[in-house]
């Protein structure tokens, strides 16, 4: 029996609903038997590596069941649901999705260990909306039926929300009110191109429509195209979040509980990205191609804009959060380059910035959780107390810059180098996004960890405890791997890339250039 239930075979048509709907079940359980605050931890711990596990069999055998053409995904499930209107139960992955999984089921069980101690109150409800939200989360990678989509999109705000608002801080209710409005109202816009879309095929499926839109089976006319580009486009943006919409994010993530903007920022960010290269380039080329002058522009911007402005921030989580406008937009420069480099860099990027700032507010949070402050006047030559976090935390930041050899160099290499093929001007304003960054991560190091100890109680500061440790270590192993062997990563990627920008013209694929990285 145990046999049969190991057998990849067995279990590859059910492996993307179970890895989506375990945390939810696991969730429900909780809700049910724990009585505890220990139950309820250890129960959403166990939780969450189950899903975990469950998720790593994607990509041990993607290779097995890896997609021959872009009409077909791994592990694809397409069941009818809703017979009116015609909604399916249609999800699978390919080599973008898959690691975006991977990503979300990577984070959970660390950010159920950063609020071992850190939650005190509502300890169920707690561990209950964090598994909710990685089923939603899960949910939006996997999902192949727009309806399905939508339906996920939507369902990854009411657990965050609830997260900022009742386990965040002073102006918690504010940030998350901010969140949910801005993120509503724009997933409208994408509401009414899905409707749209359906009303004129009859279907939600999203690979039945990339078909019909390529092959002329269903033409939209006048102006449509754009409208419904733009309608998709403006939901992403403001996840992504994208200059000028990027204002509910400091907010939400300076309120948010460390496991809140964990998630915030190491998945619920990429999943606009993931929308723009899904569904903007893969439903909507010709718009792509030709919006893609502003769009670029807009990056640029918070490339450039998100930098400066990290680097004068008083506050250290809000420095991280403005780091991560600037981080995205190079995400968002490598998709609209229409480059093989570019978007196999922006997708690499996606999965880099989840664990380099994922582990940046995981340390964020353990310092706040000895002094209850993120005002980064409040410490200084914390390395002499707290040697081993110092440490950990030096990695980390050196990830975050994009030093060679670590995780953050090999996403930005690419994008830049897709940047630089495009438009040579792109690239010269995006380097200088790598250079603000140094500048205000390494600025953030020395004056948190160096210098004389100003604030008596920083000299009695406990360094990381073995929990700690085991959170932060293997996003450290992580961050090294990634960077010196990225063509383990990267092969999945550039094959579904190419797929994705086969509409865009011929390109160059980049696996070969990645295994001549790893050589040399």
């Known amino acids: 029996m145990i046999e049969t239930l190991l057998d990849h075979t067995v279990l ?14 696991g969730a429900l359980l909780i809700a049910l038997l724990a009585r505890r605050d220990r139950d309820v931890r250890w129960a959403a711990m166990a939780v969450s590596v189950l899903t975990l596990l469950l998720s790593l069999h994607l990509p041990a055998h993607y290779a097995e069941v890896a997609p021959t053409n872009s009409g077909v995904y791994a592990y694809e499930l397409n069941v009818p649901w809703i017979t009116s209107p015609n909604i399916h139960y249609h999800i699978g992955v390919d080599g973008i999705s898959m690691w975006l999984v991977v990503l979300t089921t990577f984070l959970v069980p660390f950010c159920v260990l950063a609020s071992w101690k850190s939650i005190h109150d509502r300890v169920k409800e707690f561990f209950i909306l964090l598994l909710l939200l990685e089923t939603a989360m899960i949910g939006v990678f996997i999902s192949l039926d727009l309806f399905l989509f939508y339906f996920f999109w939507e369902a990854t705000l009411i657990p965050m929300a609830l997260i900022i608002g009742i386990f965040g801080h002073e102006r ?34 999203f690979v039945e429509l990339q078909q019909k839109l390529a092959s002329g089976a269903l033409v939209l006319p006048g102006s449509a195209s754009l409208w419904l580009f733009l309608g998709f486009f403006v939901a992403f943006a403001v996840k992504v979040p994208l200059f000028p919409l990027h204002t509910w994010l400091p907010d939400a993530h300076v309120e948010a509980p460390t496991a809140g903007s964990v998630l915030l920022a190491g998945v619920m960010l990429k999943m606009g ?26 990056a640029l911007i918070g490339i450039i804009y ?127 996004g790598v250079i603000w960054s140094a500048f205000y991560m390494l600025w953030l190091y020395q004056r948190t ?50 797929m994705i920008l086969k509409a865009h013209g011929p390109q160059v694929a980049m696996v070969q250039v990645m295994k001549d990285m790893v050589h040399k």
């Open 12 to 25: 590859n048509p059910w492996v993307l609903s179970l890895t989506a709907f375990v945390p939810a079940g």
């Open 172 to 205: 918690r209710v504010y940030a998350a009110v901010k969140f949910f409005l801005y993120t509503m109202i724009a997933s409208v816009f994408m509401l009414a191109a899905i409707i749209w879309l359906y009303v004129q095929s009859g279907t939600f499926d």
């Open 449 to 498: 960890f160096y210098g004389t100890i100003t604030v008596p109680v920083n000299a009695t500061l406990r360094d990381a405890d073995m929990r700690e440790r085991s959170v932060l270590v293997p996003m450290v192993v992580l961050a090294l791997l990634m960077g010196v062997f990225p063509a383990f990563w990267m092969k999945p990627i550039d094959a579904s890339a190419g």
């Open 273 to 298: 990205t993931y929308g723009l290269v899904r569904f903007n380039l893969g439903l909507f080329p010709e718009e792509a191609r030709r919006n893609a002058p502003w769009i670029v522009t807009l």
């Open 306 to 432: 998100g930098a400066l402005v990290a680097l004068v921030q008083p506050n250290m989580k809000k420095l991280v959060a403005y780091s991560s406008v600037s981080h995205l937009g190079f995400v968002v420069l490598g998709t609209f380059s229409f480059t093989q480099a570019g978007l196999d860099g922006a997708v690499y990027q996606m999965l880099n910035h989840g664990i380099s700032t994922g582990a940046l507010f995981l340390l964020l949070g353990m310092l706040y959780d000895r002094r209850h402050t993120y005002e980064i006047k409040q410490y200084g030559g914390l390395a002499t107390p707290m040697p081993v976090y110092a440490t950990l935390f030096l990695l980390i930041t050196l990830s975050s810059i994009g030093l060679p050899l670590m995780n953050g160099f090999v996403g930005e290499f690419l994008v830049l180098s897709g940047a630089f093929q495009a438009h040579a001007l792109w690239g010269i304003l995006a380097a200088t």
